[in-house]
């Protein structure tokens, strides 16, 4: 094995591929990718945001340990990602699209003065080496497809807005993507000047380019991640069609959790708490993933056509999921499958995966299994001092293995978010949850208040909280336990590696004599 193609959606729903059971939207290209690897049927992520979801994929670490806790927070300069590790192979991690990365302040102080031993690579962009960055309108990572889309004549304040993310009015005026009444609209943009076509002909590019030598690339898309704007003919491809129900039972709403009764107040929930809203954005949404999928395909010809595609492994996932007025919210954040269950489609090209070729694995994966699986795959250190995820790759080969774990696990930071207010909490309160799932239980523990429980085996969509019923305190206090024993467990000593540790092991440095009679 020689490439890593690593592949991410920005707020993907798993139950939205045909693959993973779909009976609406069909998704070619990644039923394809299914068929040839394994799809984990429960790949969970670390957080249901964005930024703290891709700096676990990229660490290996949990929220809780690698500190990037909600978009716009850092990591420490002390946390190492995958491109890092590669770096210290002697390889490059390559970048085309998103990452969400915010360089800390000691970073930027390092860099500016010369200080630190890493690249500027490293130090800036989380370890990526920059092929195009594009984060929407984030203030890092625009200009790359700005400048692109000036060169093919889309003028404008903001290009990205007024011509990818709007579409016009019949009389020539421009329709905001922020507003979701737009929906239906196409976007100003011809498709193949749109953000996904523009991310997948880098990768193209790059693949093409680089079929002599090793390669890794993160290929990232930020769609179908809000403004739900896709271009011409995606936009109302499914405006006619069946769409999936909503989940929704508002009789158990009466015993409502504090924390999302005050997410209730946010924008996107107050909008998406109306059905007729969810209906008119669901289409856009399905479209922007039919598309992904119809340049996917695009991506995997030119595996092909270039010989690669026996020599790369491929992983395909999304950073979280998206309500889309199931329970009447809006964008992601909480604790439901919805948002935290996403896509993970594994091909290891290997002949010592050939036996789980097309199959569906139900065990437990989850986001910080990515890094320890593909260093794994390329036969690297193992990182055992740092990394808290589990490769995949015994599962992906059929080898048995009998201490695989039976729950995951996530966390939420709402500090930032309106919600705080709402429930009065000071700003240095602990905004917190944490999620621990279990094949039949969903224990979500909140910082300064009561838990939630569902029982999935018999409300699998999660409507019925028993987080206050006394009939089911044992349950809590077990799933309790676990989430501490989880918590305990995470990695703080990270500045030696396990090699470090055994060579101290009983062994006082020459001339020292302690105890001795």
Same mark, same amino acid.
């Given at each position: 094995?020689?490439?890593?193609?690593?592949?991410? *959606?920005?707020?993907?729903?798993?139950?939205?591929?045909?693959?993973?059971?779909?009976?609406?939207?069909?998704?070619?290209?990644?039923?394809?990718?299914?068929?040839?690897?394994?799809?984990?049927?429960?790949?969970?992520?670390?957080?249901?945001?964005? $930024?703290?979801?891709?700096?676990?994929?990229?660490?290996?670490?949990?929220?809780?340990?690698?500190?990037?806790?909600?978009?716009?927070?850092?990591?420490?300069?002390?946390?190492?990602?995958?491109?890092?590790?590669?770096?210290?192979?002697?390889?490059?991690?390559?970048?085309?699209?998103?990452?969400?990365?915010?360089?800390?302040?000691?970073?930027?102080?390092?860099?500016?003065?010369?200080?630190?031993?890493?690249?500027?690579?490293?130090?800036?962009?989380?370890?990526?080496?920059?092929? *195009?960055?594009?984060?929407?309108?984030?203030?890092?990572?625009?200009?790359?497809?700005?400048?692109?889309?000036?060169?093919? $004549?889309?003028?404008?304040?903001?290009?990205?807005?007024?011509?990818?993310?709007?579409?016009?009015?019949?009389?020539?005026?421009?329709?905001?993507?922020?507003?979701?009444?737009?929906?239906?609209?196409?976007?100003?943009?011809?498709?193949?000047?749109?953000?996904?076509?523009?991310?997948?002909?880098?990768?193209?590019?790059?693949?093409?380019?680089?079929?002599?030598?090793?390669?890794?690339?993160?290929?990232?898309?930020?769609?179908?991640?809000?403004?739900?704007?896709?271009?011409?003919?995606?936009?109302?491809?499914? +405006?006619?069609?069946?769409?999936?129900?909503?989940?929704?039972?508002?009789?158990?709403?009466?015993?409502?959790?504090?924390?999302?009764?005050?997410?209730?107040?946010?924008?996107?929930?107050?909008?998406?708490?109306?059905?007729?809203?969810?209906?008119?954005?669901?289409?856009?949404?399905?479209?922007?993933?039919?598309?992904?999928?119809?340049?996917?395909?695009?991506?995997?010809?030119?595996?092909?056509?270039?010989?690669?595609?026996?020599?790369?492994?491929?992983?395909?996932?999304?950073?979280?999921?998206?309500?889309?007025?199931?329970?009447?919210?809006?964008?992601?954040?909480?604790?439901?499958?919805?948002?935290?269950?996403?896509?993970?489609?594994?091909?290891?090209?290997?002949?010592?995966?050939?036996?789980?070729?097309?199959?569906?694995?139900?065990?437990?994966?989850?986001?910080?299994?990515?890094?320890?699986?593909?260093?794994?795959?390329?036969?690297?250190?193992?990182?055992?001092?740092?990394?808290?995820?589990?490769?995949?790759?015994?599962?992906?080969?059929?080898?048995?293995?009998?201490?695989?774990?039976?729950?995951?696990?996530?966390?939420?930071?709402?500090?930032?978010?309106?919600?705080?207010?709402?429930?009065?909490?000071?700003?240095?309160?602990?905004?917190?949850?944490?999620?621990?799932?279990?094949?039949?239980?969903?224990?979500?523990?909140?910082?300064?208040?009561?838990?939630?429980?569902?029982?999935?085996?018999?409300?699998?969509?999660?409507?019925?909280?028993?987080?206050?019923?006394?009939?089911?305190?044992?349950?809590?206090?077990?799933?309790?336990?676990?989430?501490?024993?989880?918590?305990?467990?995470?990695?703080?000593?990270?500045?030696?590696?396990?090699?470090?540790?055994?060579?101290?092991?009983?062994?006082?440095?020459?001339?020292?004599?302690? $105890? +001795?009679?």
């Amino acid at each position: 094995m020689q490439n890593i193609l690593f592949i991410m *959606c920005d707020q993907l729903r798993a139950d939205y591929l045909s693959c993973y059971g779909s009976a609406w939207l069909h998704t070619p290209h990644m039923d394809a990718l299914a068929a040839r690897g394994v799809t984990f049927t429960q790949a969970y992520v670390q957080s249901g945001v964005c $930024g703290p979801s891709r700096m676990s994929f990229y660490s290996g670490r949990y929220p809780s340990s690698h500190g990037a806790t909600w978009n716009f927070i850092p990591m420490p300069m002390s946390e190492v990602t995958l491109g890092d590790y590669l770096a210290q192979a002697g390889r490059s991690l390559h970048l085309a699209g998103k990452t969400h990365f915010e360089p800390s302040a000691e970073a930027l102080t390092a860099w500016r003065t010369g200080a630190a031993s890493r690249s500027a690579e490293s130090l800036l962009q989380g370890g990526f080496e920059v092929i *195009c960055r594009h984060e929407g309108d984030l203030p890092t990572g625009k200009e790359d497809y700005r400048r692109y889309l000036e060169s093919v $004549g889309y003028s404008g304040d903001d290009p990205w807005l007024e011509h990818a993310n709007s579409g016009r009015h019949p009389d020539g005026s421009c329709a905001s993507g922020w507003e979701m009444r737009h929906a239906h609209l196409a976007a100003h943009i011809a498709e193949p000047h749109s953000e996904t076509a523009y991310v997948s002909n880098a990768a193209i590019d790059f693949i093409t380019s680089h079929q002599d030598e090793p390669w890794a690339l993160h290929l990232s898309y930020i769609k179908p991640h809000w403004p739900y704007m896709a271009p011409a003919p995606y936009h109302d491809m499914y +405006r006619r069609v069946e769409q999936p129900p909503i989940r929704r039972n508002r009789a158990a709403e009466a015993n409502e959790h504090p924390v999302l009764a005050a997410y209730r107040s946010h924008d996107e929930c107050r909008s998406f708490e109306r059905e007729e809203v969810a209906r008119h954005v669901r289409p856009a949404y399905m479209g922007l993933i039919r598309q992904i999928d119809d340049h996917l395909g695009r991506v995997m010809e030119a595996l092909e056509k270039t010989g690669q595609m026996d020599r790369t492994l491929i992983v395909f996932t999304s950073d979280h999921g998206d309500f889309l007025g199931d329970y009447g919210f809006g964008e992601k954040e909480l604790f439901h499958d919805v948002v935290q269950r996403v896509p993970l489609i594994v091909v290891d090209p290997s002949p010592g995966a050939d036996a789980t070729r097309g199959t569906r694995e139900d065990r437990f994966a989850a986001a910080v299994d990515v890094v320890p699986t593909l260093l794994d795959a390329l036969g690297l250190p193992a990182q055992s001092h740092r990394l808290e995820g589990r490769s995949l790759l015994p599962l992906l080969r059929g080898e048995t293995v009998d201490d695989w774990r039976d729950c995951v696990f996530s966390e939420l930071d709402y500090a930032t978010r309106r919600a705080r207010h709402v429930l009065k909490r000071s700003r240095d309160a602990d905004c917190r949850g944490w999620m621990v799932r279990t094949a039949d239980w969903k224990l979500v523990f909140w910082s300064g208040y009561r838990p939630q429980l569902f029982h999935l085996a018999g409300d699998p969509e999660e409507f019925f909280d028993l987080g206050d019923d006394p009939a089911f305190e044992q349950v809590r206090r077990s799933l309790s336990a676990r989430l501490l024993a989880h918590q305990l467990s995470l990695k703080r000593r990270i500045a030696v590696d396990l090699d470090r540790i055994e060579a101290m092991t009983d062994n006082l440095p020459p001339g020292i004599h302690i $105890g +001795r009679w």
